[in-house]
């Protein structure tokens, strides 16, 4: 059972940055679509960007240009590069893997209800 543990959350001030990572308990994960998902008091939880076996990433629109998501398979680490925040994006943070083999971005879904691994989230705030 893959085990997921985030850190690298905190406060700034809008317009700055902040990188999570995710460090997974086994190698097998770099075959799993893997995500950052989000969510805020009394909001569903939204996938913020996701990477699949072969590397490729996607996005959603509010993040797009702003966020990076990468992996380090060698060391079974998951990154979220996270520039120019806004207070809009101030949620808690999961990082997330399907548990299914996922080679490209069509093949991971943006339900968080077919994300079998979650870490315990971090925290981000941003603040004007």
């Known amino acids: 059972q893959v085990q997921l543990v985030e850190s690298g959350g905190g406060s700034v001030q809008a317009g700055g940055s902040l990188t999570l990572s995710c460090a997974a308990s086994?190698?097998?994960?770099?075959?799993?679509?893997m995500a950052w998902f989000r969510q805020a008091p009394g909001k569903e939880r939204e996938r913020v960007a996701v990477i699949s076996g072969d590397g490729g990433t996607t996005y959603a629109d509010s993040v797009k240009d702003r966020f990076t998501i990468s992996k380090d398979n060698a060391k079974n680490q998951l990154f979220l590069q996270m520039d120019d925040l806004k207070p809009e994006d101030s949620a808690m943070y999961y990082c997330?893997?399907?548990?299914?083999?996922?080679?490209?971005?069509?093949?991971?879904?943006?339900?968080?209800?077919?994300?079998?691994?979650w870490g315990q989230g971090t925290q981000v705030t941003a603040s004007s």
């Open positions: 086994e190698d097998t994960y770099s075959r799993y679509c």
């Open positions: 997330a893997a399907e548990g299914t083999v996922g080679w490209f971005p069509r093949d991971c879904s943006s339900d968080p209800r077919e994300y079998i691994y």
